[in-house]
């Protein structure tokens, strides 16, 4: 079914040429010289609108203004030849979905017509399709690196030892706690989080131990804390090493023997939870400054280390896809060089900043393929430099598998299928890793 537009401007050849250059292209197209008169429609029969800003009787802006109390999803494009940073933060502000500055070529119109259709189609399918978002966040990852990190995982999940995890920011160290928890025979029992780095010191105790009516100015009634909430389960402390040592020594008693004194309380309680944490700095040289106890990083029997993103960089392709579907967008596609500069990239924030790098370009340039121009302007350098020939910075891991498929290359005579097949990946994978590494100069 062919897209219904409504075209506003008080411009009567403006609205003939917009509805000649909209026809051409299969839309159904309405034109209105008067927004009040645009008014008086029933808007719902549309799915998008095109207004002119500097209009008599009614601007542009006012009118979207009203569309947006009645018809609030209705993609409205604003055209101006009076453009200013103003003018278009006021139109985003009130709702408009995309701006266009007069004049526009035809092909400009075309293209920013099309682009807001196939967001809106993509928008309603998100709406209507089935809950993916909210389906339990889990690791993802199939490179090697992360297969060895899952063996680990499931070694470990079902034992009653205490797990410290390590690894980056942005690596995914709350999904791996999480993980070890739903692997274990405690995943009916509860999950409780602990930010350790958001609560202040004095709050952090009482969260933890709880505490009796009458402990101190304000405790005007009983608290369970967290240990004593997670019975059975597992509690999760992130950012342990923002703990004081102070309050460290009370929780390593814990540890010991697993009693629970509510401040301002005599009683004790006696509580089976598992213990994992979270260390956002380097425990070893938290150790040495003094700032985190030795007795306790040696209550926590495993210590798992969880790989940076430039570790497993095969797993950005799986990655995005699974973003995308998260996101909303399962019929966005990232071209093939996108996705070789965002391999080429060394991720310091890791899983997150993908993740918020697929964000800020589907906002920016919501179009159904992403290209690298579409990319945030740090990606634009790594194109120059690839195109330029320069290979980034590759661990030893990498300098091995480039090695590796360049002998087999070689030994092939560049017959990929043949090499593929004895690598054990499909071409598609060979070919982008040929790129990675600048091996098609060697052929």
Not at 70 to 79: A, E, F, G, N, R
Not at 218 to 231: N, P
Not at 314 to 321: K, S, T
Not at 408 to 422: F, G, K, P, V
Request: hydrophobic letters at 40%; proline letters at 4%; one cysteine or more.
């Amino acid at each position: 079914m062919k897209a219904r537009i409504l075209v506003i401007d008080d411009d009567a050849v403006a609205c003939e040429f917009l509805q000649e250059v909209l026809l051409r292209d299969g839309y159904d197209v309405t034109a209105f010289t008067s927004a009040l008169d645009a008014l008086q429609q029933d808007l719902s029969k549309y799915d998008l609108l095109m207004s002119d800003i500097r209009m008599p009787d009614m601007d542009g802006l006012q009118f979207l203004s009203e569309v947006q109390k009645t018809w609030p999803h209705l993609p409205v494009i604003l055209m101006t030849a009076y453009g200013s940073l103003e003018t278009t933060m006021e139109g985003i502000r009130l709702g408009a979905w995309d701006y266009i500055s007069k004049p526009f070529s035809p092909e400009d119109c075309r293209t920013i017509v099309k682009k807001v259709l196939e967001v809106r189609e993509l928008r309603e399918r998100r709406q209507d399709g089935p809950p993916e978002a909210h389906e339990e966040a889990k690791l993802i990852g199939s490179s090697a690196t992360m297969v060895d990190f899952y063996k680990q995982i499931a070694r470990v999940a079902d034992s009653p030892a205490s797990v410290l995890i390590e690894g980056e920011s942005g690596t995914g160290k709350e999904l791996t706690a999480r993980s070890l928890h739903f692997m274990s025979s405690r995943r009916q029992k509860p999950f409780v989080v602990v930010h350790c780095g958001a609560i202040p010191d004095n709050l952090l105790e009482s969260e933890l131990f709880g505490y009796e009516k009458g402990a101190y100015t304000g405790a005007d009634h009983q608290h369970k804390g967290l240990l004593e909430t997670a019975q059975g389960g597992t509690v999760f402390l992130d950012e342990i090493t923002e703990m004081s040592t102070a309050l460290q020594s009370k929780f390593l008693r814990f540890m010991q023997d697993g009693e629970v004194r509510r401040i301002g309380g005599h009683d004790v309680l006696h509580v089976a939870v598992r213990v994992v944490a979270a260390a956002n700095k380097n425990i070893d040289d938290e150790v040495s400054a003094g700032h985190f106890r030795l007795d306790l990083l040696y209550r926590f029997i495993v210590r798992l280390r969880i790989p940076s993103l430039r570790e497993r960089r095969d797993d950005i392709p799986l990655l995005i896809e699974t973003m995308l579907k998260k996101l909303g967008y399962p019929g966005v596609r990232v071209s093939n060089e996108a996705i070789e500069l965002l391999m080429a990239y060394d991720w310091p924030g890791n899983v997150r900043e993908l993740e918020n790098v697929l964000q800020q370009t589907l906002l920016l340039s919501p179009f159904v393929v992403i290209l690298p121009d579409n990319l945030p302007a740090r990606f634009r350098k790594k194109k120059t430099d690839l195109k330029n020939g320069t290979m980034p910075d590759m661990t030893p891991l990498e300098e091995a598998q480039r090695e590796q498929i360049a002998h087999t290359l070689r030994e092939t005579s560049w017959n990929q299928s043949r090499a593929a097949e004895i690598l054990g990946i499909d071409r598609k994978t060979l070919r982008m890793k040929i790129r990675r590494y600048g091996l098609q100069d060697e052929k």
